[in-house]
């Protein structure tokens, strides 16, 4: 591995990152991210933008100058969330101030975008607020609020902040772990009534093939061994393939498959409608693209899925699942259930769970819905009762966790491909995760982290697995 790491540290832009780093003065930051992968990815890339501005990472938020909420605004609760936090914070910024320190709270993520200045409305304490598609306008905006106020970056600027992010350095790359996050579509056209994310995150664009292939590479040489693609519609990826066209996920797939060093492919998340013969094809013939697949369906009643604006049926669901699982008969999947729609009743709500049951899921996420200000859900008659929601939740995740359960029992006495992530709760046990996403917890040498090997399950935990790594690896000791 080591080899492979001092590639990525010839002369280039990483020594003059390190350069500008050693020349500004150390300044702490604390990012906390909330909501989907993306927003993880997002803030990795916030930190590898200050970096180069002199800032290190901290893990208390006592201990910053500068404090970045990434926030998400998917439901309801996730965005009152942020407030409270945010007054939490605040106390934080005085007790800094009262020694003397000074402290900047920026808001970030889709909140940010949805309230924009809205924000300092309901916190002062914050000093600039930043949405989705302008961080890369974070280390100026830093500078700026030095002497300025109520700071607002929310435009969706026309040139792409892609072209002026950073890429992290092999120690972040390293401190990160052995899978990694790479944002490959964003944003989205699809308008599902419930949501807000073409609101917070705009149109649905693709990044070019070459820049994440160059970025897969990068991550690669420093370490990691599993990339996940993310988009909001991440199926739906046509970049542009540097020879005048475009580029399906299954292609991007084949090439990012070709790196050398690369165990492991997996992208999320999906429409249904996006699932094109090519990457169903792509789950049977690319041994590196995961046989799991995150496929959310969020209702089982067709009546309930047109008011959605899904436009598909419940029967076409059940008929693609059959069409993956005929191209990659292991393949697991998991979905989203949205439970009390407007206009749910008793019948649609058990069309749900009869979907649920014909299908069998590996894992599964599921809420109650929550009307979103400016989402055409919103202004539906017929909300459904907070506690009609609460029990068909309920009813909804037994049946899931039960098909969870079985689907990690029905592992053990077999042997699966365990990549490697991190040490174990105990001395003397690594972690790591199956195919299917499942957490695999061992005994074994902690330099098999980063390592994928057959391990034989033994037992089924409730959230996790415990295995025995075959023989020949597990006695592998560091090679002379
Ligand atoms: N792009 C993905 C989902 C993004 S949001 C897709 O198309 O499926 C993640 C999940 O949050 C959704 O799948 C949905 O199940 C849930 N969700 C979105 N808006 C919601 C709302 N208003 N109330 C409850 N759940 C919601
Ligand atoms: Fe939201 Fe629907 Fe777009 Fe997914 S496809 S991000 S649920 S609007
Ligand atoms: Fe939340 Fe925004 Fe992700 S609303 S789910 S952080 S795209």
Redesign the pocket.
Known sequence: MSGLNDLHEGPGVLTEAAHRAESAPRRRLFIQSFG?QMNVYDAQRMADLLAPEGYAETSQAEDADVIVLNTCH??ERAAEKIFSELGKLRAVKSERAASGRDTKIVVAGCVAQAEGGEIFRRQKAVDAVVGPQSYHRLPELLRRAETERGLVETEFPAQDKFDFLVPPTPEQVRKRGVSAFVTVQEG?D?F?S????PYTRGAESSRPVAEIVAEVKTLVSAGVREVTLLG??VNAYHGANGAGGAASLAELCARIAATPGLARIRYT???PNDMSADLIAAHRDEAALMPFLHL?V?AGSDRILAAMNRKHKSADYVALVAEIRAARPDIALSS???VGFPGETEADFEATLDLVERVGFASA????????LG?P?SDLENQVEESVKSTRLSRLQALLEAQRQAFNHALVGSVVEVLFEKPGRHPGQIAGKTPYMQAVHAEGSADLIGETCPVEIVAAGSNSLFGRVAPSRAAREVPI
Not at 194 to 197: D, E, K, Q, R, T
Not at 367 to 372: D, N
Request: proline fraction near 7%; glycine fraction near 4%.
């Open positions: 989907c998917i439901r989205c699809k599902c419930f949501c807000v994310v909001q519609n998340t999906s429409h959310p969020q989203d259930f949205i996420f599921s809420f109650k819905y929550s009307p979103r989402t859900g």
